[in-house]
């Protein structure tokens, strides 16, 4: 590959990543918006190439789950014209599983999100900090 190849590929790949970058964000401002509680996103690409980022994100309900869901389609697609892939257990609403290709949402009940613990799963991915996240919760030790 020539040189000025090598340098396009590489322009091409840091832009899709920063449009990735923008879409999970813009997911979890959602989620929060809707009222969804640890909202996290995480940085997946040093760990497989088949998407770049998670946005996790806990609801207390089926029906805020389904809001939460809803938001965040209209969002990507209001800001970014970014439609989803496919979508998995809108249904049932335990966890719901939103693909937008580089991005993959999922929007858990409290239980289910401890039960599959994605974050512990995927432990050596990078949390990725955005306006709006709540601050980490920090347990101190009884004296």
């Known amino acids: 590959m020539a040189t000025s190849e090598v340098g396009r590929s590489q322009n091409s790949a840091t832009a899709s990543s920063t449009a990735s970058l923008e879409l999970a964000l813009a997911a979890a401002r959602a989620a929060q918006d809707s009222r969804g509680r640890d909202v996290v996103v995480l940085d997946m690409r040093e760990l497989t190439p088949i998407f770049d980022y998670f946005v ?9 789950l389904r809001a939460m869901s809803d938001e965040i389609d ?3 697609a209001a800001q970014f014209n970014e439609h989803q892939m496919r979508t998995e257990g809108y249904t049932n609403t335990r966890w719901i599983l939103l693909d937008y290709g580089d991005v993959v949402i999922h929007l858990f009940d409290g239980d289910t999100r401890k039960y599959y613990a994605l974050e512990d799963l995927w432990g050596g991915a990078k949390r990725v900090p955005f306006e709006g996240a709540e601050p980490a919760t920090v347990q101190l030790k009884p004296r």
């Open 56 to 64: 996790v994100a806990t609801g207390t309900s089926q029906r805020q």
């Open 74 to 76: 209209h969002a990507l």
